[in-house]
């Protein structure tokens, strides 16, 4: 052994006994000549063999015994690593797979200290330690993730967690897609609370501090707006625990899911239901009126009857239309005479441009529940609680997609002006508000009336 040998084992003795005495690993001692050439180890303790299979001596007099047990696929990662410790500070760090001298491979972590020599050359002070456990609970950890992702995802449920000590915020692919995200889009804490409706963003913050507060950790659920990317406002519900230790709260994880669809349903039945009395009453006057207005016209009995059932029908297929036509398209023309039936198609003046327009379920609903709203309204107060009193319905100009109806009331009292939105109105504009629907209204001294908008489906 040359002087420069002595200095540097006497220099990683007392490392390397440390090593041993805490199982840290094998130390080592590396040096090599310019360019890497001549590479050898001037250094190896005595737990060599044990973490290898190969003896400290063997490997002394070849060190290729050791650098060969690294795979074929992980060298090149190994010699771009020491290059660029070498050209920085000189920290080298990497975990390689290794095949032991009995066959057997395992996950080694490899860290040292590099250092240029004035000839030239190098050396290097390290530590090699078995970290395959540790690899393989952190694969079955992840392992564990995606079968719980792929189990919450098949519910149609967004996964998520939230690392308070440390900030990150994970997202699975169905969370970022519920809040309109693409895929690997990167997300914080900061950027998912920017998201979020302003006036919401308390309850969600209060929501969350009850469940902090709480010894032990606790679970929250909270529901609320929030703005995509493109503008879009959906309803989120979001359930979540806080995971605490001794320190506090260290982990939220939690369940994201889309809402939206069974909130605007809710809204619509909450519209209708509240107006029930209303449609109730309207009803009995509606058929009131339909009955003395045939008793008046009604040449006979007979006649009465068969006007009067007629109508009546008539009526009952409106309604039927409204309860049934969820879904599909609707004839413009025909829901026009369903809905408007009963008050006597003789009074109203329908253009027949209409023909050939359709509309989708909910939209028909709700023009037949408008129509049949406005015509009340023009038996009550309008142009058919007059005998000379007439009703145009045409179509008007519309953009690309969409479609217009013109109701226009002449004959019937004189109007005075009202700032009252009807039920019909209401219900309308909420069945149009995600399709650009609406309706304006005009009390004109001479006759009610009101421009319908509205898209056609395909």
Not at 162 to 179: K, M, P, V, Y
Not at 374 to 399: C, F, H, Q, W
Request: glycine share 10%.
């Amino acid at each position: 052994m040359d002087e420069h040998d002595k200095i540097g084992r006497s220099e990683v003795m007392p490392f390397a006994q440390v090593a041993e005495a805490l199982g840290l690993g094998m130390a080592f001692q590396i040096q090599a000549g310019p360019g890497g050439e001549g590479r050898r180890f001037t250094y190896l303790s005595a737990n060599c063999e044990a973490l290898t299979g190969v003896p400290a001596e063997a490997a002394l007099a070849d060190p290729a015994r050791l650098y060969d047990q690294i795979l074929p696929e992980h060298r090149e990662a190994f010699a771009r690593a020491e290059s660029e410790a070498l050209a920085g500070d000189g920290r080298f760090e990497i975990e390689v797979r290794m095949r032991r001298a009995d066959g057997e491979v395992r996950w080694r972590r490899i860290a040292s200290l590099g250092r240029r020599l004035p000839d030239g050359g190098s050396t290097w002070d390290g530590l090699m330690s078995d970290v395959t456990e540790h690899r393989l609970a952190a694969q079955e950890l992840a392992e564990q993730r995606r079968r719980l992702e792929v189990a919450v995802e098949s519910t149609g449920l967004g996964f998520w967690e939230w690392d308070i000590r440390t900030g990150q915020l994970t997202w699975s692919d169905r969370n970022r897609a519920i809040f309109g995200l693409p895929p690997e889009a990167p997300v914080s804490i900061e950027t998912y609370m920017a998201m979020v409706h302003p006036d919401d963003v308390d309850r969600i913050r209060q929501a969350f501090a009850a469940a902090r507060d709480r010894p032990g950790g606790g679970d929250f659920g909270v529901e609320y707006r929030a703005v995509a990317p493109n503008g879009q406002m959906r309803w989120i519900l979001t359930r979540g625990r806080v995971v605490a230790d001794e320190a506090g709260a260290a982990m939220v994880v939690g369940t994201t899911l889309d809402t939206t669809s069974r909130r605007e349903a809710e809204e619509r039945r909450s519209l209708v239901m509240g107006e029930l009395a209303h449609r109730a009453k309207n009803g009995i006057q509606v058929m009131t009126a339909i009955i003395s207005e045939t008793a008046r016209s009604a040449e006979g009995v007979k006649d009465f009857e068969e006007v009067l059932v007629a109508r009546l029908q008539a009526m009952a297929q409106s309604q039927d239309l409204v309860t049934a036509a969820g879904g599909r398209p609707v004839a413009l023309y025909e829901l026009a005479v369903q809905a408007l039936g009963p008050f006597g198609l003789t009074r109203f003046d329908i253009e027949p441009t209409i023909a050939g327009l359709t509309v989708n379920g909910d939209v028909a609903a709700g023009l037949a529940l408008l129509l049949h709203e406005m015509a009340t309204n023009a038996v009550k107060y309008g142009a058919l609680s007059r005998p000379e009193g007439r009703i145009a319905l045409a179509s008007g100009d519309a953009g690309p997609g969409m479609a217009a109806l013109q109701w226009r009331e002449r004959g019937g009292p004189r109007v005075e002006p009202s700032n009252r939105r009807g039920f019909g109105s209401r219900l309308l504009q909420a069945a149009l508000r995600n399709q650009g629907g609406k309706v304006e209204s005009a009390f004109d001294p001479d006759g009610f009336s009101a421009r319908m908008e509205f898209r056609v489906s395909g």
